[in-house]
């Protein structure tokens, strides 16, 4: 268990201060979980461990019961991340849209394999169930952003914006 001094320590007063503001919503403080983690997530790019027990101490939950809803939920990040975080939907209408074709030039161009983080950092390549966009297939997102059609020319201008 975590003094509330430790908390302080490995949580900015920014973090805190939007993690109650969501918990101010519920009765319950563990129901903001998962947006206390993807707040978290915002401001470093991932949930370290000591992130992670900092959390738990704040909602009033045991380390093991958050991180295994962290587990769970494919959106959190407990390992760390490149600059930029590609997500490649993976799912059906993705798939037969040309998933592995677009898997392989992005692979390709940064020389990383899925889950893989590029050796400058710039950028780590993920998979992410269906964005929602299948009509629009192959889609991926960059840095929660939504962009559709792919193929080799649109991505390779996409992965150019990002420095
Ligand atoms: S299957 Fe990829 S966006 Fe739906």
Redesign the pocket.
Known sequence: MLSPEVVTELLSVEEREEIEAEAAHYPVRRAVCIDAMLIVQRHRGWVSDESLGAIAELLGMSTADLDGIATFYNLIRRRPVGRHVAML?D????WIMGYNRVRDHLCKQLGVPMGGTTADNRFTLLPIV?????DR???MMIDGELYTDLDEQRINTLLERCE
Do not use: F, K
């Open positions: 939907c799912s059906v209408s993705c269906c964005l929602g966009a299948c297939a192959p889609a």
